[in-house]
């Protein structure tokens, strides 16, 4: 570029491409009878979906560059951090956006919806792009009328979306950075073996308070118990290698052993300056999973007021397909489940004062 030309002046119209953007709107009712009022709302909504899930893209693609760096240094988990945090308010926008979606009747809907066969959400490139970058995996997926979720794509953005799946999504980065982190190993301080005796002591607190309440019967007492478990139940996978992996070859859970112990790790000891940012760039990742899990039932609950037990335009089973997919396109559930193996702050182990050192800010007169 002409170095003279760097700060010339621009027009807010061909800047933003106002003319094309305005010119993009075509309702297929008008080139039939006459036009269906409701539709120009319909193809706007979706238009702006599109243009917000391209800029979730742009901050998704931007973090997993940072994370294929072995060499991750702070300022960029705070910059990661930023651009989920980004991600996060965008997809509140897009849920929220329904709404506006809604205030069209389903007989409107009816006005115009013959005239959009076989086009689908389900054909959005785009949607299916972001779930692939954040680490959605083919054959977590549901099918497409028994195929894969490809078949409705064209060669070119078949091949695009195999080359985000064989670069490395943002679970399989995440989950490479958390097995890197070093805190687990330090010397004489064993952290699975501290931990494990304070799971042990909460689960004998809470079985003794259990025993003595008098407010209890004895048959809710042997109740309350059975529930509670022990380090065979939800501490299981974690305390022990073995028992992880097998989970992971049954489908069970896919976080390695090694990124779950970090992760715990992390959630335990958040308050701990150096671990506040991993703590919340891993609260990112499981808000974006529950955000869009509530857009995809928000999506369903929609499409259930517009057209009832009908078949989508694009050929799947409408409602009942997409309650299906919100429940399963889950992507980090293994974080989520963490919450599980967390113990109260009154019973976590005492680091190491080494330890202390390195995950805080130490300050003493001898430095300068």
Same mark, same amino acid.
């Given at each position: ?86 991600? !996060? #308010? %965008?997809?509140? =926008? ?6 506006? $979606? @809604? ?75 958390? !097995? #890197? %982190?070093?805190? =687990? ?6 952290? $699975? @073996? ?80 150096? =671990? ?93």
């Amino acid at each position: 570029m002409d170095p003279d030309k760097k700060y010339t002046t621009v027009h807010y119209h061909s800047y933003l491409q106002i003319n094309k953007l305005l010119d993009a709107q075509h309702p297929r009712s008008g080139e039939f009878e006459d036009p269906a009022h409701e539709e120009m709302l319909f193809i706007i909504v979706h238009q702006v979906y599109e243009l917000w899930f391209k800029q979730i893209m742009h901050e998704i693609n931007s973090v997993c560059d940072m994370f294929r760096d072995h060499i991750l240094d702070e300022t960029n988990i705070g910059t990661a951090v930023s651009r989920l945090d980004r991600v !996060e #308010r %965008i997809l509140k =926008l897009i849920i929220q956006q329904i709404g506006v $979606l @809604e205030s069209m009747t389903p007989l409107d809907f009816l006005d115009f919806r013959n005239y959009l066969f076989p086009a689908s959400g389900f054909q959005s490139f785009q949607f299916r792009n972001i779930e692939a970058l954040l680490g959605l995996r083919e054959q977590d997926r549901m099918t497409y009328n028994g195929h894969s979720y490809k078949i409705v794509f064209t060669d070119e953005q078949k091949a695009a979306l195999t080359d985000v799946e064989n670069r490395g999504s943002l679970f399989e980065l995440i989950e490479a950075w958390l !097995e #890197r %982190i070093p805190f =687990l190993d330090n010397g004489s301080f064993d952290f $699975l @073996e501290k931990y494990k005796q304070a799971v042990e002591n909460m689960l004998a607190t809470e079985k003794s308070a259990i025993e003595k309440t008098e407010y209890l019967s004895d048959k809710m007492k042997k109740m309350r118990i059975d529930m509670l478990g022990n380090t065979n139940t939800y501490f299981k996978h974690v305390l022990s290698e073995k028992a992880h992996q097998a989970m992971i070859e049954n489908g069970e859970i896919r976080l390695s052993y090694k990124a779950t112990l970090s992760a715990l790790f992390i959630n335990l000891y958040r308050d701990q300056p150096v =671990l506040q940012l991993p703590f919340r760039l891993l609260t990112n990742l499981t808000d974006i999973d529950e955000l869009l899990t509530t857009w995809r039932y928000r999506h369903a609950q929609m499409v259930k007021r517009m057209i009832g037990n009908k078949v989508g335009t694009g050929g799947s089973s409408g409602h009942s397909y997409l309650v299906q997919t919100a429940e399963k396109h889950k992507i980090f559930n293994d974080l989520h489940n963490i919450s599980s193996l967390l113990i109260p702050r009154s019973e976590l182990p005492q680091l190491p004062n080494g330890l202390l050192d390195r995950l805080g800010f130490v300050f003493s007169q001898n430095n300068e």
